[in-house]
């Protein structure tokens, strides 16, 4: 069986602070591959990264930046500077051989100006 | 990127009514479309998977004769909810996932998202 879990259920932060979202996960499949969403208030998911189990290197865009840690099963997304317009649910979520996505209960960040 | 539409955004109806949510990939086509459901302030919950020209498959717990879904094109799944009631009030995500094009297998690419209300 497959599971993601989000400890942190909420963060709140002030604006220009670094936050860290964990996540980890279960899996007995070795060919898998783990996302990160974003869902902002309207609702409407957005991508931000993937990142299949062969590829361990850490991948920096922008203020974002995931560390993905095969021995201890996490794949956490750290948000650098952070902003206002980061305000939103972020989840992380996996998906292995049968192609469905099972998804982590979600942080919801909040960012104070 | 790929794009996927919902139709409506937004429903309200009356009890006991049926509503159907339109999901279409834009300028792919999918062969494989999802359908989630999410309550205030929960995760996304995988309803079923529905493969084009055939049955859909559901998760445990859905059931199948309350939530028709229909995959008749590559571009187009609809999901109906009959007879709804109060508590299948929730937010309805429908993603997919093709061969061809900016999509594959590796990814899904999520709606926006259909919020039902019945009164």
């Known amino acids: 069986a497959q599971k993601v879990t989000q400890a942190q259920t909420e963060i709140s932060v002030v604006e220009k602070e670094d936050v860290t979202l964990d996540c980890v996960y279960e899996?007995?499949?070795?060919?898998?591959?783990l996302f990160w969403y974003k869902q902002p208030p309207s609702g409407e998911l957005v991508f931000l990264i993937r990142?299949?189990?062969?590829?361990?290197q850490n991948e920096i865009s922008g203020r974002y930046s995931w560390n993905f840690q095969k021995s201890t099963s996490s794949f956490n997304f750290t948000i650098t500077a952070s902003q206002v317009v980061d305000s939103a649910v972020y989840f992380c979520?996996?998906?292995?051989?049968?192609?469905?996505?099972?998804f982590g209960k979600g942080t919801l960040l909040t960012v104070n100006p | 990127g790929a794009v996927v539409s919902q139709h409506p955004s937004r429903v309200i109806c009356k009890s006991g009514t049926s509503v159907k949510i339109e999901c279409r990939s834009l300028?792919?086509?999918?062969?494989?479309m999802f359908w989630y459901r999410q309550f205030p302030k929960q995760s996304l919950m995988l309803m079923a998977t529905?493969?084009?020209?055939?049955?859909?498959?559901?998760e445990q717990g859905v059931e199948k004769d309350k939530f028709l879904i229909n995959h008749a094109s590559l571009t187009l799944s609809t999901l109906t909810v009959t007879s709804a009631h109060p508590e299948d009030s929730s937010f309805y995500i429908c993603?997919?996932?093709?061969?061809?094009?900016?999509?594959?297998?590796?990814?899904?690419?999520f709606g926006p998202g259909t919020r039902l209300t019945v009164l």
């Open positions: 990142r299949n189990s062969f590829d361990e």
């Open positions: 529905s493969n084009e020209g055939s049955k859909a498959t559901y």
């Open positions: 979520a996996l998906r292995s051989s049968n192609y469905k996505l099972t």
């Open positions: 899996t007995r499949d070795t060919t898998y591959y």
């Open positions: 993603s997919a996932a093709g061969l061809a094009g900016p999509s594959s297998y590796n990814e899904q690419f």
């Open positions: 300028d792919f086509q999918a062969t494989t």
